[in-house]
């Protein structure tokens, strides 16, 4: 069993990577990808642990792109493996980029709040960000100080594309994304295409313009992928010459506590070595 999308408290997860290390070996997984939004830290203080227990510990990252160039656009996240090859120098110095990008967003996004009736403070989020800030770490505020009632509550009045607080990200397309990780020696993987909201024509048509821009792989095992659904990405990437890969997405039992690393939730996630076999093979 390998889980090839999850999260550390370097994001927006609520494991620390020493913490993920232990769970993954306890669970007896024999990969696991660390897929942290827009940094590598999670993974590097993960390496030496992972080594040192016998986990085959792979180099991921979790990007946002925009579906297209307008600021209205819907997004993609795109997941990025960094298998063969170390991450180059521009990528990297385009992800410090992102993160300034990401530290300006925000305080757009705490100031659109406190405009909309929410008595809180970047300093407030941060204290939950860590060393990387996002809008999961809002609502946690949101909802310990009562403007919510859950995470998912938080998201849908507040921080969700369509809430009156939601501020957009200056994000990079999805074709200029899967350029740069392809440039910069990554394979470059549409994550939860589920997410993107879209009926199955236009999914297939914005995957399609995806590979021609470069992106390699989706994934089809994924926590919020029905069994049926699971085979439907499978057979689409089959059909479309991707790299089929999945993970359960694991942030942890306070942030999302009903997925396991591993199995994803209720046991849907079962992804086999082949597909990490698959990426190595590139």
Do not use: C
């Amino acid at each position: 069993m390998i889980d090839l999308h999850s999260h550390t408290s370097e994001s927006d997860g609520s494991l620390t990577p020493k913490e993920l290390i232990d769970l993954a070996v306890r669970t007896g997984l024999e990969a696991l990808a660390i897929t942290d939004h827009d940094t590598f830290s999670g993974y590097e203080k993960a390496l030496p642990l992972a080594q040192a227990a016998g986990l085959d510990l792979v180099h991921g990252i979790e990007l946002n792109s925009r579906v297209n160039s307008s600021p209205a656009a819907r997004y993609a996240h795109i997941l990025a493996y960094f298998v063969s090859h170390a991450p180059g120098a521009e990528f990297v110095s385009w992800l410090s980029e992102t993160r300034r990008e990401r530290a300006d967003r925000n305080e757009k996004l705490a100031a659109s709040l406190r405009a909309n009736g929410v008595d809180i403070t970047l300093a407030d989020v941060e204290k939950k960000g860590r060393s990387l800030t996002g809008r999961p770490h809002f609502a946690r505020v949101l909802v310990e100080k009562g403007y919510a009632k859950s995470l998912e509550d938080a998201f849908q009045r507040y921080l969700g594309e369509e809430a009156p607080s939601y501020v957009h990200r200056d994000s990079l397309t999805t074709a200029e994304t899967v350029a740069l990780v392809r440039a910069g020696g990554g394979i470059p993987v549409v994550a939860h295409p589920i997410r993107l909201g879209m009926d199955r024509a236009a999914e297939r048509a914005f995957l399609e313009d995806a590979k021609a821009a470069g992106l390699m792989g989706l994934e089809v095992y994924h926590s919020e992928h029905s069994p049926a659904l699971q085979q439907y990405y499978l057979a689409l990437a089959q059909e479309l010459h991707l790299l089929p890969t999945g993970g359960s997405d694991y942030h942890g039992p306070s942030v999302k506590p009903d997925i396991e690393l591993g199995s994803g939730r209720n046991g849907n996630v079962s992804v086999p070595l082949s597909f990490l076999t698959g990426l190595r093979a590139f």
